[in-house]
């Protein structure tokens, strides 16, 4: 529990500080809103595919162990 409040805090702490930085930098109020709640929406194609990359490194990661654990119960059992 501890860790999902240090991350929602965390979360909410960087959020506000791009919000005041986009509108330091000249934006108005709702597109300085839309860019801290939507971070995805102001990626450059680099960087979106560098996400992409991680989840996906993530998630091939989640099916070898899967896979792995799945195939050392059948051999035991």
């Known amino acids: ?20 930085l986009d509108y330091l930098e000249g934006f108005d109020l709702q597109t300085a809103f ?11 194609p680099a960087e979106t595919i560098v996400f992409l ?3 996906l490194t993530v998630l091939i990661e989640i099916i070898v162990y899967s896979y792995k654990k799945r195939k ?3 051999k035991a059992g």
Not at 4 to 12: F, N, R, S, Y
Not at 34 to 44: I, K, Q
Request: net charge positive.
């Open 1 to 20: 529990m501890k860790i999902i409040g240090i991350t929602v805090l965390m979360m909410g702490c960087l959020m506000s500080f791009s919000f005041w």
């Open 34 to 44: 839309r860019n801290a709640t939507s971070p995805f929406r102001v990626m450059d």
């Open 53 to 55: 990359s991680f989840i």
């Open 72 to 74: 050392g119960k059948a």
